[in-house]
């Protein structure tokens, strides 16, 4: 067998005192001893609760209301329909000058048309002074329709795929030579077809929203992972201006894309308060997210492979068909990796859509790459059985030393030391070549590896940093915890810039109330914030020594900012220097406060178009990316088909990591939702009416802990230098390749290929 690539050590740079340690979060006793709050647990006094009323036709015209019944009983206050529901405007266009429209779900103006575009659709919304009250009079309105001919079979609809466009963000088509004429003299191909399904997100908290209106002036408390574009697109939507409207986000029950939208619930709980003239509270029950935020769309995918006798590759083509619906939806970047990944002599990738009668879909979890690395991934695999190839070490022979579509630089690319570090840490020297080989007892056992990619992403961020002179420390901006440890990380990162004690900073957060900062998603959010916040400390160090240096006193006059060191609460140069709360107390301030970026008006606008600019120059000039190397061992039943993960490791290069607790965990939750993927998750929905079958966790299956191994999280922690402290983002890319791991493993295992997911035991039978 050959061996896997020695193992070298990466160069790092010193962590500071508190980045790169295992700080646990700042909000953690908050939420295990309950005092944090969520969207659905503000009180405020005589609220009253809305439930939904949903289509269960996928196309179509209301051609009758019938609300008697659910306004007679108790406790009702209003059964809101399109017969009496106050205009509301029309969704905005997409535009990059407006961010916010990329949060837009859908274009249907909800309840302000007879129209029905999807079966789930909500079609009138009933307000009552309880929760129970409210969901029974929901089921009290009665609705007639006028069915009309629907488009909801996804694969009935290939053959009408049409071709993607490109955006900014996914890339409809791309070549490189000749790719299937190469392939077609090739030494060694393979040629294979893959399908996903269609899955969705179940975060822990279901959707909610609070709302209350005083006048023109909106308070929303919403679990949302971007409280800017919900508040703009609220003030488009109501046609009341921005800043009348406070979108308050501290705490997210996970959102995984899914909370990344402006979906029906959010502004028809903003109606039924304005309606009512009372707060309203709406929670969605399990069923209904399903019926109203979009999931990961199902997918069906072509890779194929072409070698030389060595191994190298010749032809990489990879193509996929995703949906949309009607009335919104993104395509995936399903091909994205197949770009970046191999060094393929000629490349092709297209991706396709269809456009249905249904929910939009919308991001999940490292949309297009988690799918798209799998049909890749075990394509590889399959290739390197074929030349008789360790899997790694076909790899490593077409590593690329440049981006391979296009030549460009890689910005940080360690994907070599990531699988050496992983192949050392799971023995993967152990592992026999041939399908089958390895046993234990009734369990086959088998090894499974694939590369895991997402690429690196950065935005806009506002930030303001004060500092007191009780020596405490406050930034404010708004970002957005989910549990991914935000706060604590961007505490760590401003304690070391600053060079004062990780106790004595106090981070704000989730509050339109605050400067605006990015949304949550795309592994983005750390490092757009900390390049606002590390030039925000710059900023304030320079305040605190043009401060001291008004003072003849002052141990700093005649030094440069260069010249000193930001440590133990102020700033020094050898053993000379002096505290910020001296420096603040001499000249007789209560505070010192910088601001980085601009929230309004034309300057705003300014601050997005050159940080578009810059964004898109620095594309062109290098391709970022996390990367890793994912490590499987599974046991099948050699009776029943039964697959259970033993054994994983997980091997990163994901740049400097600034909490190492915090960025395990994240690692670790994207291996758990890929094994999710892999084995249990499927989206059911009835190729004749366009209905989802499985709307509950009774019945979509997801990991639990029994279905977890042991997970070995290494990261190489080496920064990237292109990016704001060397992140490259973590919350993505450790979904990537694990359902290709899984996949290779089994056939390891068994000797059987599975191509259509999830793996379940009747397809291994």
């Known amino acids: 067998m050959t061996q896997a690539p020695v193992r070298t050590e990466p160069k790092t740079t010193p962590a500071g005192p508190y980045v790169g340690r295992p700080m646990d979060r700042v909000d953690g006793v908050a939420k295990t001893t309950g005092e944090a709050k969520f969207s659905a647990e503000y009180p405020y006094p005589d609220?009253?609760?809305?439930?939904?009323?949903?289509?269960?036709?996928?196309?179509?015209?209301?051609?009758?209301?019938?609300?008697?019944?659910?306004?007679?009983?108790?406790?009702?206050?209003?059964?809101?329909?399109?017969?009496n529901a106050p205009e509301m405007k029309p969704s905005p266009s997409a535009s990059m000058l407006n961010m916010e429209t990329m949060a837009v779900s859908g274009s249907v103006t909800f309840l302000n048309t007879d129209e029905v575009h999807w079966n789930g659709q909500p079609v009138a919304i009933v307000v009552a002074d309880t929760l129970e009250g409210a969901q029974h009079a929901a089921s009290l309105v009665k609705l007639s329709y006028d069915e009309l001919p629907s488009t909801v079979d996804f694969r009935a609809e290939l053959p009408n795929a049409f071709p993607q466009k490109s955006s900014m963000i996914s890339v409809g088509s791309a070549k490189k030579g000749d790719a299937e004429a190469a392939l077609a003299v090739a030494a060694v191909s393979v040629d294979l077809d893959y399908t996903t399904p269609m899955h969705n997100h179940n975060a822990i908290e279901p959707h909610a929203t609070t709302a209350f209106w005083d006048g023109d002036k909106l308070t929303i408390h919403e679990g949302t992972q971007n409280?800017?574009?919900?508040?703009?697109?609220?003030a488009s939507k109501f046609d009341v201006p921005v800043e009348g409207i406070r979108v308050i986000a501290p705490f997210v029950g996970g959102g995984f894309g899914g909370k990344s939208m402006l979906w029906a619930g959010t502004i028809l709980t903003a109606l039924a308060a304005r309606v009512s003239?009372?707060?309203?509270?709406?929670?969605?029950?399990?069923?209904?997210?399903?019926?109203?935020?979009?999931?990961?769309?199902?997918?069906?995918?072509?890779?194929?492979?072409?070698?030389?006798?060595?191994?190298?590759?010749?032809?990489?083509?990879?193509?996929?068909v995703t949906q949309v619906g009607n009335v919104g939806g993104s395509p995936e970047q399903v091909t994205s990796q197949s770009r970046h990944l191999y060094d393929a002599a000629t490349i092709l990738t297209e991706q396709k859509q269809v456009s249905l009668d249904v929910l939009a879909n919308t991001a999940m979890r490292a949309p297009g790459e988690s799918i798209g690395t799998y049909a890749l991934e075990a394509s590889v695999d399959e290739?390197?059985?074929?030349?008789?190839?360790?899997?790694?070490?076909?790899?490593?022979?077409?590593?690329?030393?440049?981006?391979?579509?296009?030549?460009?630089?890689?910005?940080?690319?360690?994907?070599r030391e990531a699988y050496a570090l992983g192949a050392e840490k799971f023995?993967?020297?152990?592992?026999?070549?041939?399908?089958?080989?390895?046993?234990?007892?009734?369990w086959l056992v088998g090894m499974g590896v694939a590369t895991a990619f997402h690429p690196s992403w950065q935005l806009n961020a506002n930030v303001t940093v004060r500092l007191s002179v009780d020596g405490g420390v406050l930034v404010r901006c708004g970002f957005h915890e989910m549990g991914m440890g935000g706060a604590t990380a961007q505490g760590q990162i401003a304690a070391d810039a600053l060079g004062v004690p990780f106790e004595s900073v106090r981070v704000e957060y989730g509050d339109t109330d605050l400067p605006i900062g990015p949304g949550a998603g795309g592994s983005m959010q750390t490092a757009s914030v900390a390049n606002s916040l590390i030039a925000a400390c710059e900023k304030l160090k320079k305040s605190m020594l043009t401060l001291a240096k008004k003072s003849s006193g002052s141990p700093l006059k005649g030094l440069k900012l260069a010249e000193l060191k930001a440590r133990d609460g102020g700033l020094y140069q050898s053993g000379a220097g002096e505290t910020y709360v001296s420096i603040l107390s001499r000249a007789g301030r209560p505070s010192v406060e910088v601001a980085i970026g601009s929230d309004t008006g034309l300057g705003a606008v300014t601050g997005q178009v050159k940080f578009m600019s810059k964004f898109m120059l620095d594309n062109r000039r290098w391709m970022k990316a996390a990367s890793g190397a994912q490590f499987c061992e599974v046991r099948v039943d050699s009776d029943t088909g039964e697959v259970r993960i033993s054994r994983w490791v997980g091997s990163f290069d994901v740049g400097r990591v600034i909490n190492a607790k915090t960025a395990s965990s994240q690692l670790r939750g994207g291996i758990v939702m890929g094994?999710?993927?892999?084995?249990?998750?499927?989206?059911l929905v009835d190729p004749r009416t366009g209905r989802i079958m499985n709307p509950s966790l009774a019945e979509y299956h997801v990991p639990v802990h029994a279905d977890i191994p042991p997970i070995d999280i290494h990261y190489l922690d080496d920064p990237d230098p292109t990016m704001p402290a060397g992140i490259l983002g973590v919350g993505e890319v450790g979904i990537t390749g694990?359902?290709?791991?899984?996949?290779?493993?089994?056939?390891?295992?068994?000797?059987?290929?599975?191509?259509?997911?999830?793996?379940?035991?009747?397809?291994?039978?």
């Open 427 to 442: 023995d993967w020297a152990r592992r026999t070549p041939e399908p089958g080989s390895m046993r234990d007892g009734k």
């Open 227 to 234: 409280v800017d574009w919900t508040r703009k697109l609220l």
């Open 383 to 415: 290739l390197a059985y074929k030349l008789g190839v360790d899997p790694i070490d076909l790899r490593m022979r077409n590593e690329p030393a440049k981006n391979p579509m296009d030549g460009k630089k890689f910005s940080h690319r360690m994907l």
């Open 675 to 683: 094994i999710g993927m892999a084995l249990q998750e499927e989206t």
């Open 277 to 320: 003239g009372r707060p309203v509270r709406m929670m969605l029950t399990r069923e209904g997210v399903y019926r109203t935020v979009g999931g990961r769309t199902p997918s069906t995918q072509r890779v194929a492979l072409g070698a030389d006798a060595d191994g190298k590759m010749t032809a990489l083509i990879h193509t996929c």
């Open 738 to 765: 694990v359902a290709a791991a899984i996949a290779n493993a089994v056939h390891h295992a068994t000797g059987k290929r599975i191509r259509d997911l999830p793996i379940t035991l009747d397809k291994l039978l």
């Open 47 to 83: 609220i009253a609760h809305a439930a939904l009323v949903h289509a269960p036709i996928a196309r179509g015209r209301i051609t009758g209301v019938d609300s008697a019944a659910a306004l007679a009983a108790r406790g009702v206050l209003a059964v809101i329909t399109h017969e």
